[in-house]
């Protein structure tokens, strides 16, 4: 049993299967949730209408947090702003830089390990196909 009789389907999947939970590719989320509220004036912050001060940088938020406040729910990270008009404090989601960076070069790392993993199975490929032709040819030349 040769591995061409399988295709590449079923290794596809299982190596996507394998690191899919590792990576964590699709956890993006919208910073804003639209409720179907009709009034602005309730739903627009302090920081979407005047100026702000950025209290404390983006952090990231504790499980608890991220269950009970709607900030934390859009993106795992929060930020204290400080409004400087109205004197009010409040939070508003952000995305970690860090976190940012951590994932491009896991998805960039992934990337790599698949496309050599690819390369040399069309190498491999390449081979068969080219010793099947030559078997071919040899076997035409001793029917002549």
């Known amino acids: 049993m040769n591995l061409s009789s ?17 990576f964590g590719f699709c956890e993006g989320a919208p910073f804003k949730q639209e409720d179907g509220i009709t009034s602005n004036a309730e739903r627009q912050s ?23 406040e709607s ?26 830089a860090t976190e940012e960076e951590l994932k491009f070069w896991k ?5 790599l390990s698949f496309g050599t993993v690819f390369a040399i199975l069309v190498l491999f490929r390449q081979r068969t196909l080219d010793r099947r032709a030559e078997y071919k040819v040899l076997q035409q030349i001793e029917a002549i």
Request: charged share 25%.
């Open 71 to 96: 900030e934390c729910t859009f993106s795992g990270f929060v930020e204290k702003i400080n409004c400087n008009h109205s004197r009010r404090v409040e939070y508003r989601s952000c995305r970690s």
């Open 46 to 68: 302090c920081w979407e209408i005047e100026e702000f001060t950025v209290q404390q940088e983006c952090t990231r938020c504790d499980d608890y947090t991220k269950k009970t």
């Open 107 to 111: 998805f960039e790392g992934s990337m």
């Open 6 to 22: 399988f295709g590449a389907l079923p290794f596809l999947w299982m190596g996507w299967s394998f690191y899919y939970p590792y």
